[in-house]
């Protein structure tokens, strides 16, 4: 992993995977809340997604390992702030709405926030997408209890807490290795609605019926994984509250 210096400390960082978002990129880093860092990790881009986010004031990382968790957890481990979002860079998702998602986390009364997906025209979401969706969602609550309704990727919690749940996976299960680990560390994990628009250019990952049931292999193996050992740092202790 390669990647530029941090130029200023931020109240949170926003972790923005990326693979070929040229196109995307300047109106997702202009949503950035203000005072907050963009972390853009290019995840092997040839259109010169790296420089662009670069002249954009974003703080670039590059990632060569592909992967969507190799680039969020290198986004991660790169991150300085308390608080870390994670946000899709490819114009589906507005960053201009993180301060609702980070709320809960900032507050103190949640541990990890997801953004449930809303579309906004019934283009922004494809059949099969939405499909694969509903069945991962049923497996979380047989696994988990949790009764989610998205595994959405944009998301919040505390920066020193991810680090402790010793997340593995590099490939599509590294959202849903995030929300198993952190309900088997009693984490309080809650979602809230998102708006959900129509992505810039095709997705890597859900764009086909075969990518996106290669990603619902990939979750099926993480829900298989025994219970991790609880972590050593919790989302609470980082807090300095007690349940």
């Not at 931020?10 to 990326?18: S, T």
């Not at 950035?32 to 974003?58: C, H, K």
Request: net charge positive; aromatic share 4%.
């Amino acid at each position: 992993m390669i990647e530029t210096s941090p130029s200023t400390s931020a109240l949170v960082d926003v972790v923005l995977p990326c693979l070929d978002e040229a196109r995307a990129l300047p109106w997702v880093l202009d949503r950035i809340p203000a005072g907050w860092r963009a972390i853009v990790v290019d995840n092997g881009s040839t259109d010169g997604s790296a420089d662009i986010a670069g002249d954009l004031g974003a703080y670039v990382v590059h990632e060569p390992r592909r992967g969507f968790g190799a680039a969020c957890h290198a986004g991660l481990t790169a991150a300085t702030a308390d608080i870390v979002c994670f946000s899709d860079c490819d114009g589906s998702l507005d960053p201009a709405v993180l301060p609702a998602v980070a709320g809960p986390v900032l507050a103190g009364s949640a541990d990890l926030v997801l953004g449930r997906r809303r579309p906004t025209t019934l283009g922004a979401w494809p059949a099969h997408a939405r499909l694969a969706n509903l069945e991962l969602a049923r497996l979380i609550r047989r696994r988990t209890g949790l009764r989610l309704h998205d595994l959405g990727p944009m998301r919040a919690a505390r920066r020193e807490a991810l680090l402790a749940l010793g997340l593995t996976d590099r490939r599509s299960g590294y959202p849903l290795q995030m929300v198993v680990r952190a309900a088997d560390a009693d984490w309080r994990v809650t979602e809230t609605d998102v708006p959900y628009h129509p992505r810039t250019g095709r997705s890597k990952v859900t764009g086909t019926w075969r990518g996106t049931w290669q990603a619902v292999r990939d979750m099926r193996a993480v829900l298989g994984e025994p219970p991790a050992p609880a972590p050593t740092v919790t989302a609470t202790t980082v807090q300095g509250v007690g349940r």
